[in-house]
Structures are given as structure tokens and as C-alpha cells.
Nanobody, 114 residues
Framework: QVQLVESGGGLVQPGGSLRLSCARR????????MAWYRQAPEKSRELVAL???????NYADFGKGRFTISRDNAKRTMYLEMNSLKPEDTAVYYC????????WGQGTQVTVSS
């Protein structure tokens, strides 16, 4: 059974940094896209960043210049490096994989507050 397990969330002060990880347990064939989404209270889930099979990346406007998505295929892990965090970045962050099926992690809470 395939699982996506996020880690790395927590409480950080404004201006701080966090590195989220998404580890894949089990084998997923035919991955085309991996991504990070987030959902703040009473808001819809939104795309944060994605990385395609060829390694190209795309970011939501709010993350450009602050967030970096990457992956380590050997470790079956995807990362989201977040810098210069703002209170409005507070949300549950989810990892997502699209292959022949789609997979979601359980989410990791990120809270940016002084």
C-alpha cells in the first residue's frame, strides 16, 4: 500500500524557515507530477509548488522567491524549503503525487506566529 508521509512542520516566527519532507512508502509507477498544496482554515486547498517528471518546477505567486521544491528520487522523498515565512503562510501543507492514480499525504501543520 502506498503512503505519502509529510514531516517538518511546526511553529516558526515570521521571517523564519522550515523544510518540509514528503516520503513515499511503497512504489508508485508512472509518476508525472509531484506537488505541495496547502489549506488554511476556512479556505480552499491551493497549489504551492509542483515539480514535473522532467524536473521543471512551478510556483504559486506567493511562493516565488521564498519557496523551493525539490526531490531526491533515490530516497523517494520530495521537499519544500520555505524561507521568509509570513503569518499568512500558516496552513496545513499536503504533498501530492500524480501517476496513474493520485495520492495525498495526511498533511503537516505549519504555523507562523510570533
Amino acid at each position: 500500500q502506498v503512503q505519502l508521509v509529510e514531516s517538518g512542520g511546526g511553529l516558526v516566527q515570521p521571517g523564519g524557515s522550515l523544510r518540509l519532507s514528503c516520503a513515499r512508502r511503497g512504489i508508485i509507477f508512472g509518476i508525472s507530477t509531484m506537488a505541495w498544496y496547502r489549506q488554511a482554515p476556512e479556505k480552499s486547498r491551493e497549489l504551492v509548488a509542483l515539480i514535473s517528471k522532467d524536473g521543471s518546477t512551478n510556483y504559486a505567486d506567493f511562493g516565488k522567491g521564498r519557496f523551493t521544491i525539490s526531490r531526491d528520487n533515490a530516497k523517494r522523498t520530495m521537499y519544500l524549503e520555505m524561507n521568509s515565512l509570513k503569518p499568512e503562510d500558516t496552513a496545513v501543507y499536503y504533498c501530492y503525487v500524480r501517476a496513474t492514480s493520485t495520492y495525498w499525504g495526511q498533511g503537516t501543520q505549519v504555523t507562523v506566529s510570533s
